[in-house]
Structures are given as structure tokens and as C-alpha cells.
């Protein structure tokens, strides 16, 4: 069964940084596209940022230029450097990967809390 462990999340005050890590059971090679969502409080979990294999990456509007998603494809990790954190940032982040065999899997969710 694959598993992704976040990690990573916690108190932060407003212009501060985070940086998430799920790590994966599987090899990183044999999954197609790694993500972080999240989802606050009465809302929808929404994309944050994608990166597949060959390390193209998608960002949501709201984060572009203070998020980055990357991957170590030795330790089968994908990390999500937040800077600048606004309190809207605040929700539950979740890490999200999609095998090529059509296989989708989600982490348990890290809390990322924005407040002063």
C-alpha cells in the first residue's frame, strides 16, 4: 500500500516560512506528477503547486513567486518552501501523488496556521 507522510506544518507568524515534506513508499520514478493542495475551513481543497517527473511545476496564482515545489528523487521526496506566508495561507496541506498506472494516493494532511 503507498503511503505519503507530511511533514512539516505548524504556527507561523505573517511574512514568515514553512517548507512541507511528503515522503513517499514508492519509488518518485514511477509516479507521474507530486502535489501539495490544501484545504481551509469551510472551503474546497484547491491545487497549490504540481511537479512531475521530469521536474515541470504548476503553481496556483494565489502562491506564485512565494511557494516552490521541488523533489529529491534519492530520498522519493517532494517539499513545498513557503515564504511570505499570509494568513490566508492558513489551511490543511495535503500531498498528493498520481502514478502512471492511473493509481492516485493522499497523505494524512499538515497543518499550516498563519497568524501573529
Known amino acids: 500500500q503507498v503511503q505519503l507522510v507530511e511533514s512539516g506544518g505548524g504556527l507561523v507568524q505573517p511574512g514568515g516560512s514553512l517548507r512541507l515534506s511528503c515522503a513517499a513508499s514508492?519509488?518518485?520514478?514511477?509516479?507521474?506528477?507530486m502535489g501539495w493542495y490544501r484545504q481551509a475551513p469551510g472551503n474546497q481543497r484547491e491545487l497549490v503547486a504540481t511537479?512531475?517527473?521530469?521536474?515541470?511545476?504548476n503553481y496556483a496564482d494565489s502562491v506564485k513567486g512565494r511557494f516552490t515545489i521541488s523533489r529529491d528523487n534519492a530520498k522519493n521526496t517532494v517539499y513545498l518552501q513557503m515564504n511570505s506566508l499570509k494568513p490566508e495561507d492558513t489551511a490543511v496541506y495535503y500531498c498528493?501523488?498520481?502514478?502512471?498506472?492511473?493509481?492516485?494516493?493522499w497523505g494524512q494532511g499538515t497543518r499550516v496556521t498563519v497568524s501573529s
Open positions: 498528493n501523488a498520481n502514478e502512471y498506472d492511473g493509481g492516485s494516493h
Open positions: 514508492l519509488s518518485i520514478f514511477s509516479i507521474n506528477t
Open positions: 511537479i512531475t517527473t521530469f521536474g515541470r511545476t
